[in-house]
């Protein structure tokens, strides 16, 4: 076949159901990575370091405890897959507050920073349920013929992240493992 008719076999290899558990989960992988610039914002305001290992320690147990009690999901992927969306949103972190460290002045602060604790985490928290209940439905159909493909296709448009797709890569890793 040449280059169109593989494209349309490929195509129509991806059941409809797939694509819409697949899409599914990238939407709500974006929407995580998408809350990073705020966390950036509030941690350049408060001096806050990036890195949080107590706080993704925190995460990692109860998404485990979460995934442990609805069934259905390999442990070890459900925590390599949010030790990767904590490593793309630093990614966006530390791109954007090493940016600000070269034009900002240090003492700037910004007025419409969120708090950590009151503002952004509550919005990280109620993601991470949505996130395990996709992964869920993709944990299945992740070895399919095609899907592979698919989710790196996809994520192009679905997870903008960054320009150099360095942030979609990390988020994506243990998916494509
Ligand atoms: O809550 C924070 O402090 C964040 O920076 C967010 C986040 C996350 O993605 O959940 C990312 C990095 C930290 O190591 C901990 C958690």
């Known amino acids: 076949p040449g280059p169109v008719d593989q494209l349309a076999f490929n195509d129509s290899v991806i059941a409809p159901s ?26 350049w305001n408060s001096g ?74 509550p919005i990280l928290d109620k993601l991470t349920p949505a996130l395990i209940a996709a992964l869920r439905d993709v944990q299945p159909i992740l070895a399919d013929p095609g899907v592979h493909g698919y989710v790196s296709q996809t994520a192009i448009t679905l997870i903008r992240g960054d320009v150099n797709g360095a942030v979609r890569r990390q988020a994506l890793r243990g998916l494509m493992e």
């Open 18 to 43: 797939t694509r819409k558990k697949i899409n599914n989960l990238l939407n709500l992988m974006d929407q995580r990575l998408n809350v990073a610039q705020r966390v950036a914002k509030s941690k």
């Open 48 to 121: 806050a370091s990036v890195n949080d290992p107590k706080r993704e320690l925190q995460i990692l147990d109860s998404v485990a405890a979460q995934a442990d009690a609805l069934g259905g999901l390999n442990p070890a992927l459900v925590r390599h897959f949010f030790q990767d969306q904590f490593d793309a949103g630093k990614i966006i972190q530390n791109d954007l507050l090493s940016e600000w460290r070269k034009s900002i002045p240090t003492e700037y602060k910004f007025d419409d920073a969120p708090d950590l604790a009151r503002d952004i985490r």
